[in-house]
């Protein structure tokens, strides 16, 4: 956990939370930015939502991403207990992911981001009249 995210008292009074998270050191909005930030943590757990995907799967639906960039998104997905690695003991290495019984309790943030783009998609101007 990032120094930053240390909440102290002037931070809290700035937020209209603050009688809830004056007892954490932890600000929950700063952590929960600090869980979900990096380019691609929020659409592997969006695919993770609905099947447990192999690496190759979720390259396949991130075709942008970098190997080592997907690589290094899901260590930290991992080591923050959102995502688990099974390692089956085959040749070629076989390597599922999915989310943890923790990282389902995130599955309806995703759904009302989701949910959000669509709203916004539909609301969007038309490019002729601004």
């Known amino acids: 956990m990032s120094a930053n995210m240390i909440c102290n008292k002037p931070m809290h009074e700035e937020c209209y939370m603050k009688d809830q998270c004056l007892k954490y050191n932890v600000c929950p ?3 929960v930015q600090e869980l979900l930030s990096g380019k691609w943590k929020i659409l592997i757990l969006w695919y993770l939502s609905s099947k447990t ?3 190759s ?4 639906r991130l075709p942008q991403v970098t190997q080592k960039m997907l ?3 899901l260590r930290s997905l991992e080591e923050d207990r959102l995502v688990s690695r099974k390692v089956y003991p085959v040749v070629p290495s076989r390597v599922e992911y999915s989310l943890t019984e923790l990282g389902t309790k ?3 943030i995703l759904e009302l981001m989701h949910a959000f783009g669509s709203q916004y998609l539909s609301t969007e101007p038309d490019p002729g009249n601004p």
Do not use: N, V
């Open 29 to 31: 909005m700063a952590l």
């Open 71 to 73: 690589t290094s998104q």
């Open 57 to 60: 799967e979720i390259k396949k």
């Open 53 to 55: 995907l192999r690496f």
């Open 106 to 108: 995130i599955i309806p």
